[in-house]
């Protein structure tokens, strides 16, 4: 069974543009959770979707979106890029609610 | 102050040595995960305990929720085991929202 795959592996943008970021989660899982992960750093929440739903939102600013399709596959969106966004973002899904997650492989994203 | 820190921040060890490193947090959790990253950046999830202890091969995981704070051990290391080691938390009244530590990276050399 396939894990969970995020597109694209990396992404190199310049500041103000726009990026959307892709997550397919393992087949039957329902809740997608995205982090972003600065060099260095330990990943930081950003958003928790399950059943289409947003469950939870991180401290980030407004630029950053996401939401869920009905297959359960999440799209992170990031407007207005900074320097500061390049990052790798990582996305992990759980069967249900509250469970052990599965984390994809990132998507490294550099803004220049 | 992070709410969850780990200790220590790098660690190097030679082959078949027992490590063990440390996670303390300071609020209320439903779970604790330790995860293992590798360079690239794949994350594994290896344990996610809410009491007592956990074994899965040569990892130990173990947790005591009184003085908040869990470790995870690693007996007879291996060169494959160099990664960095991340212990995350779920805290109460959250959804899937975990917080998450620095992380340890450990090499160990033959």
């Not at chain 2, 005591?64 to 991340?86: F, G, M």
Request: glycine letters at 10%; hydrophobic letters at 30%; one cysteine or more.
């Amino acid at each position: 069974d396939a894990g969970v795959t995020q597109s694209p592996t990396h992404l190199i943008k310049t500041r103000g543009q726009h990026v959307t970021l892709r997550c397919s989660p393992i087949s039957g899982h329902k809740s997608v959770s995205w982090y972003q992960q600065v060099l260095g750093q330990g990943p930081q929440f950003i958003f928790q979707y399950y059943e289409k739903e947003e469950r939870g939102r991180g401290n980030f600013p407004d630029r950053f979106s996401a939401r869920q399709f009905p297959n359960y596959s999440s799209e992170l969106n990031v407007n207005a890029l900074l320097l500061g966004d390049s990052a790798l973002y990582l996305c992990a899904s759980s069967p249900i609610d509250q469970e052990t997650q599965y984390f994809g492989p990132g998507t490294r994203l550099l803004v220049l | 102050k992070n709410e969850v820190e780990q200790s220590p921040q790098n660690l190097t060890a030679q082959e078949g040595e027992f490590i063990t490193i440390n996670c303390s947090y300071s609020v209320g959790i439903s779970a604790l995960h330790w995860l293992q990253q590798h360079p690239g950046g794949g994350i594994v999830s290896l344990f996610m305990l809410s009491s007592g202890k956990k074994k899965h091969g040569r990892l130990i995981a173990t947790i005591n929720i009184q003085e908040k704070h869990s470790s995870l051990h690693i007996t007879a290391s291996h060169p494959r085991d160099s990664a960095v080691y991340i212990c995350a938390v779920r805290e109460t009244g959250t959804a899937s929202k975990l917080t998450f530590g620095t992380g340890t990276r450990l090499q160990v050399t033959l």
